[in-house]
C-alpha cells in the first residue's frame, strides 16, 4: 500500500519530528476528517507500506532524516511557484527550496522526486507573462534534478473563495498558453509537464494528462509492478492514486492564500498549540470510549520488475 502525508497538511515542513516518531513506533492513528469519531490505525512497517508520499513546499527539516528512511521506498512531489510572502506568507524563498529539491534528488533519484507548479492563478503582479519566464528560470536550475513538472490552475472552493476573495478563474486561452509554452520550455530542459485534474484540454499542446501520482509514477520509483487494488477516484478527472493519508486538515502553517485545506487562520493556530510529537495522532489524541480501527494493509507490490 501506498501511505500518503501531504494531501491535508505539509508534514515535512511542520511535522518532521512526529513523523519520524511515528516511523519508530510503526504505526499512526488518523481521524477521518468527515467523521471524527472514526479513527484507524494504519502499521508504518515496510513489510506492507511500498512507498511513503511526501507533498511539501518545505523539505529541509526532514532532510536528516532520510538515512533513517531507507528501508521506505519514497516519492516526493515539491511545490516551487513564483509567488511572493504576499500569497504563500510562511514558505522559504525559492532559492532555497529549490537547493533542497536537489539534495532530496541526488540523495534519492530522479525518479523519485517531482516539481509541482501549482495552483496557477493570473493577476496583475503574476502575470501570464511572468509565469513564463519564471517558470523557465526554475527549469533551468531543476533540470537534471527532476524528470517532471506537474502544473494545475485554481480551482475556486467556498474555503479559497473566501480566504482569497480577488482571486479569478484563469480563462481557457490562458491555460492553452501556459500549456503549450510550459511544455515547450519544459521540453528543452528535459521536464515533462504533467496536468492535475485539469482533464485532456491540453493535451494537443505536449502536456501529459494522464495524472500526476500514478501507478506509473509509484512503480518508476519504486522499480517494480505493482497490483493497485481498483477505486473510484474522489474526483472523476483524476486518475491519481492518492492511498492512505496521514494528515490532518487546518494543521498547515504556510497559509497560503489558495489553500484549500485550511478552513481559516484561527484553525491552524489552536490545531497547531494542540499538536504534541509523541501523540500517534497529529493533532489531539485518544478520548475516553473512542474505539480505534485496524486497517486492513497489505503490500501491493507483485514481485516483477518495472522496466518504466
Not at 512531489?77 to 524563498?93: A, H, L, Q, S
Not at 524528470?147 to 490562458?174: A, G
Amino acid at each position: 500500500m501506498i501511505i500518503n502525508t501531504g494531501m491535508r497538511t505539509d508534514i515535512p515542513a511542520f511535522y518532521s519530528q512526529w513523523f519520524m516518531n511515528r516511523i519508530q513506533a510503526g504505526y499512526v492513528l488518523v481521524r477521518n476528517p468527515y467523521r471524527p469519531d472514526w479513527i484507524t490505525r494504519y502499521e508504518l512497517s515496510p513489510d506492507v507500506v511500498d512507498c511513503i508520499a511526501f507533498c511539501t513546499k518545505n523539505p529541509e527539516p526532514m532532510l536528516k532524516h532520510l538515512d533513517r528512511l531507507k528501508n521506505y521506498h519514497q516519492y516526493w512531489f515539491v511545490t516551487i511557484t513564483p509567488y511572493g510572502r504576499d500569497i504563500e506568507p510562511n514558505v522559504p524563498p525559492k532559492e532555497k527550496v529549490m537547493q533542497d529539491f536537489i539534495t532530496l534528488s541526488d540523495k534519492l533519484g530522479t525518479n523519485c522526486v517531482g516539481w509541482r507548479y501549482d495552483p496557477i492563478f493570473i493577476d496583475s503582479t503574476y502575470t501570464l507573462q511572468r509565469h513564463i519566464s519564471d517558470f523557465e528560470q526554475m527549469c533551468r536550475t531543476l533540470s537534471g534534478h527532476t524528470n517532471v513538472c506537474v502544473i494545475s490552475f485554481i480551482d475556486l472552493y467556498e474555503k479559497v473563495k473566501r480566504n482569497f476573495p480577488q482571486v479569478r478563474t484563469v480563462t481557457i486561452q490562458e491555460r492553452i498558453t501556459i500549456g503549450k509554452t510550459f511544455a515547450e520550455i519544459g521540453k528543452r530542459y528535459g521536464i515533462t509537464i504533467k496536468a492535475c485534474a485539469e482533464g485532456t484540454d491540453l493535451a494537443p499542446y505536449g502536456v501529459d494528462c494522464a495524472g500526476c501520482m500514478t501507478q506509473q509514477t509509484f512503480e518508476t520509483a519504486i522499480g517494480c509492478n505493482l497490483t493497485i487494488p481498483k477505486k473510484k477516484p474522489q474526483r472523476a478527472e483524476c486518475a491519481c492514486v492518492l492511498g492512505t493519508d496521514i494528515g490532518a486538515y487546518d494543521t498547515c502553517g504556510h497559509l497560503c492564500r489558495y489553500c484549500y485545506a485550511n478552513y481559516n487562520h484561527a484553525n491552524v493556530r489552536r490545531n497547531m498549540k494542540l499538536h504534541d510529537p509523541e501523540s500517534p495522532f497529529l493533532v489531539g489524541d485518544l478520548q475516553e470510549g473512542e474505539i480505534i480501527h485496524q486497517a486492513s494493509q497489505e503490500s501491493w507490490e507483485d514481485g516483477q520488475l518495472s522496466f518504466f
